[in-house]
């Protein structure tokens, strides 16, 4: 069976649906045949099911419903069309007044120097006002073990990407999370990549779920250990 999953993903890459970073990654795995997970496939399956099966399926509907139109045939009786007469008008060019055109030009000057002075000023004020400052994304390493995940803040039944690398020797990478008690709410052994990244996606819900605030996702790959904090709001 020929597997369609890269044709699918780059689909919805030019439609703008989905987590581009997500989809990015699976783009890639895919056109490196390497493994893709269940989560991924998953996601990308409800993404096609969603954006992509529907149009299709329009698409089958109308070209059965479209009925196949023959060849116009033009009878040599038909007279020819004749073409519209276009009547050319003359152009009038009026004298302008010199004095008239003085005024003019000063008055647009005058404007034209307002408009700047304005322009200067509107750019002053803004370059002093309060500025946004992006939110950093969520990485942790401190050893040569790296846990990421694609935000800082879930709400329940949102998709969580975790990823990361580890330069160890390991064949695993074991990963929990535990909730705002400390108790466990999902823990999962990922396998890591021939260059030692991994990457798995869950979906947040479920028994141990149902509170909000910080919950502490763990990494170990069997020589070390990291943790990132991830905020749940219900």
Known sequence: MVD?????V?????????DFKILERIK????????????????????????????FEE???????????SPKQTSSLEKPIPKPVIKKQP????????????????????ALAIILIV???????????????????VTQKVSGLIID???????????????????????????????????????EDVTTKSDGTYSTLLIAGGPGWEDSG????SADDGKSEEEVSITIKK
């Not at 160890?168 to 929990?176: I, P, R, T």
Request: proline residues 4%; neutral net charge.
């Open 4 to 8: 369609t999953i890269l044709d699918d």
């Open 10 to 18: 780059n689909e919805l890459i030019n439609l703008e649906k989905g």
């Open 28 to 55: 890639r795995a895919a056109e490196r045949n390497e493994v893709i997970s269940v989560y991924e496939r998953d996601y990308v399956r409800k993404l096609v099911e969603t954006h992509l099966r529907p149009k």
């Open 59 to 69: 698409l089958k509907k109308e070209s059965i419903r479209k009925p196949i139109e």
């Open 91 to 110: 152009i009038f060019v009026s004298k302008s007044n010199p004095k008239t055109t003085k005024i003019a030009f000063g008055i647009g000057a005058a």
């Open 119 to 137: 322009g200067v000023s509107q750019f002053e004020f803004d370059d002093t006002g309060t500025q946004e400052i992006p939110t950093p994304k």
């Open 149 to 187: 995940t694609d935000s800082s803040s879930y709400e329940i039944e949102d998709i969580i990407s975790i990823s990361g690398s580890t330069d160890a020797s390991a064949s695993k990478v074991s990963l929990s999370i535990r909730n705002t008690q400390g108790n466990l709410v999902w823990s």
């Open 214 to 217: 910080k919950y502490t996702i």
